[in-house]
């Protein structure tokens, strides 16, 4: 098994590092009109997966999964989980990176896809 090496996101410099894909959503599938409001009341699991690219070509993929207290019977605030990767700019192991960060997370499967897609429609690595 490899090192893990710990990133703190809250230290990734937004100047020095760009969102190169991104996919977001949540499980809420009750009435629209009320889905802000549930978010809120912590109704809904949310999703967050983004691919995150330096000047020098390296890449961070992070994945995060924030669980409905409500669904699984506990306090505030629920499961949090997160993952994340360092990855060489290569397009393959890249591809590979964001569906293991996914699965890790355990992120619905179209969050995955639409991560992946994200990056190959909009945001090719340099």
């Given at each position: ?16 590092w760009k969102v ?65 990767e360092l990855v060489?700019?290569?397009w393959h192991d ?33």
């Amino acid at each position: 098994m490899e090192p893990r090496l710990k990133i703190l996101m809250s230290n990734v410099l937004k100047e020095e590092w760009k969102v190169v894909a991104f996919a977001a959503g949540d499980s809420y599938q009750g009435d629209p009109t009320r889905h802000a409001e549930a978010i809120r009341q912590g109704e809904a699991d949310e999703y967050d997966l983004r691919v995150l690219q330096h000047a020098d070509g390296r890449l961070i993929v992070h994945g995060m999964l924030i669980a409905a207290p409500s669904a699984w019977g506990a306090p505030a605030n629920g499961e949090c989980r997160h993952a994340g990767e360092l990855v060489a700019c290569q397009w393959h192991d890249l591809i590979s990176a964001i569906q293991r960060v996914g699965q890790e997370c355990r992120l619905p499967p179209l969050i995955i896809c639409e991560c992946i897609a994200d990056l190959s429609a909009n945001h090719e690595p340099q």
